[in-house]
């Protein structure tokens, strides 16, 4: 199924508005999904609305939320999003920092307990386009964990994803750098599920340890575990997300006792600096430029794949998608409209 994101969009702002959101929550949210879509980040599209239909039926999910000010010096502060949608209160989060930087010059925020904020690089994006640097650290706290730490082959954390943006040039579009420390974030691996495609190399096992390339160890019983990226490193860089967003902000992590079904919670640390405070504009810029032409000058390996920097990607998938509109696979197609549905949702794609 092909989809258009307008009406993509539109569908999606339905589906949020008939699990009880205001106008202004539904649209942020909405936007939030159908922009990773457009990305080339199905992971983190309009499918999750499925698993966000389930949290809001299981009450893990609470709408219309007001964060919590846990404390505030104007240069630190902590919020707890009370379960609420994490694309609301993370953004929300994010135009405080850059604020609170643009006035002294950094900021640091702690997010705890926000339902699942979705594509991190949003909120590079957001400090990035406001002409800030940005560094993101968040944790996942949802169930059983099923990312192996290196040399495991039991779960011990879940996709911790990582975000640092650098902002763009009058030449050069911003760097941002944005991905889970396993070796595909877990949606990929719904979504290979669903479409019944393999999942690349070395990124399963199976319950027994063996490495595989079948999804569908992670959506049956007993499980399988999904690697970090980079063995070791990617494996510290988990565990370092996860004591960064989790213990250190205060936020609900992957040890914490919880009951069966808590929906899908994130903690995020931002720090967002103000690079002007530490050099002189015009020369960050030209270096900046330098840069991203040196590492683009190198010689592909494959004259079919060139050299790219972070975000590129995805501002290539956005245009190509704005174009040709959004494939959407059978399965994920199929579960949106069962909740189009049950909820006398319109669906005129
Ligand atoms: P990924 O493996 O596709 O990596 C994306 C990053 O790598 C981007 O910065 C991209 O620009 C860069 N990149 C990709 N190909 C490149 C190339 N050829 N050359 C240079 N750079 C390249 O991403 P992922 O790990 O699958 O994560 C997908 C999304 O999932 C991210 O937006 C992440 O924030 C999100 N996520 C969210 C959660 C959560 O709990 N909220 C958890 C995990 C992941």
Request: hydrophobic content about 45%; proline content about 6%.
């Amino acid at each position: 199924m092909i989809v258009d994101h307008v009406r993509l969009r539109a569908l999606a702002n339905r589906n949020v508005t008939a699990g009880g959101s205001s106008p202004a929550e539904a649209a942020i949210v909405a936007e939030h999904l159908v922009e990773s879509n457009l990305r080339g980040h199905d992971s983190h599209g309009v499918g999750m609305l499925v698993a966000y239909v389930r949290d809001l039926e299981g009450g893990t999910l609470k709408v219309n939320q007001t964060p919590e000010i846990v404390s505030d010096t104007g240069t630190i502060s902590v919020w707890d999003a009370r379960a609420g949608y994490g694309q609301v209160v993370a953004r929300q989060a994010v135009e405080w920092a850059i604020e609170a930087a643009q006035k002294h010059g950094v900021a640091v925020n702690g997010l705890r307990n926000a339902h699942h904020i979705g594509r991190v690089g949003a909120y590079g994006e957001i400090a990035a386009g406001a002409g800030m640097v940005a560094l993101h650290f968040v944790n996942v706290a949802s169930g059983p964990p099923p990312v192996a730490p290196f040399r495991g082959r039991e779960g011990r954390f879940l996709t911790n994803p990582v975000c640092i943006a650098i902002p763009g040039t009058d030449n050069n579009a911003s760097i941002l750098l944005d991905f889970a420390t396993s070796r595909v974030a877990l949606g990929k691996v719904r979504v290979a599920h669903n479409a019944g495609k393999p999942m690349l190399d070395g990124a399963l096992l199976d319950h027994k340890g063996q490495p595989t390339t079948d999804p569908s160890v992670m959506h049956s019983e007993p499980r399988g575990v999904v690697l970090p990226f980079g063995e070791h490193k990617g494996s510290g860089l988990a565990l370092v997300c996860e004591l960064l967003a989790g213990a250190i902000v205060g936020s609900a992590s992957v040890t914490t006792p919880t009951p069966p079904e808590r929906g899908i919670i994130n903690g995020m640390l931002s720090i967002v600096i103000d690079p002007g405070r530490l050099s002189m504009r015009d020369s960050m810029m030209s270096e900046i430029d330098a840069m991203i032409s040196w590492v683009k000058s190198a010689k592909p390996a494959d004259q079919d794949l060139p050299v790219l920097v972070a975000g590129e990607p995805e501002r290539m998938a956005r245009a190509a998608r704005i174009a040709d509109g959004i494939e959407i696979d059978d399965t994920t197609w199929a579960q949106l409209s069962a909740i189009a549905e049950r909820y006398q949702i319109r669906v005129d794609t």
